[in-house]
Nanobody, 116 residues
Framework: QVQLVESGGGLVQPGGSLRLSCAAS????????MNWYRQAPGKERELVAA????????NYAASVKGRFTISRDNAKNTVYLQMNSLKPEDTAVYLC?????????WGQGTQVTVSI
């Protein structure tokens, strides 16, 4: 059974940091590219960061480049999103996604709220 379980969300003040984790099971993690998406109320789902299956290639949305870092540990079947210098507009549900060819798996998401 495929599972993607996100953790690490919460309430943080502007300028603060959070580290999200996504633990994967039920598929060959090292064969999949991994992505972090986010969705805010009333807005479309947005791709935030992506990492190739080996971790050698990463990509970021322009809105988070220089502030967020995606990484993965294939030995632990886990992908991370380090978020620094958080802004109120980063508030959203953050979802983990695993993708390989036509296969696409999603986690349930973790809430990140950036507010005073």
């Amino acid at each position: 059974q495929v599972q993607l379980v996100e953790s690490g969300g919460g309430l943080v003040q502007p300028g603060g940091s959070l580290r999200l984790s996504c633990a994967a099971s039920g598929f060959t993690f090292s064969s999949y590219s991994m992505n972090w998406y986010r969705q805010a109320p009333g807005k479309e789902r947005e791709l935030v960061a992506a990492i190739s299956n080996t971790g050698g290639t990463t990509n970021y949305a322009a809105s988070v480049k220089g502030r967020f870092t995606i990484s993965r540990d294939n030995a632990k079947n886990t992908v991370y999103l380090q978020m620094n210098s958080l802004k109120p507009e980063d508030t959203a549900v953050y979802l983990c996604n695993a993708k390989r060819q036509t296969r696409n798996y999603w986690g349930q998401g973790t809430q990140v709220t950036v507010s005073i």
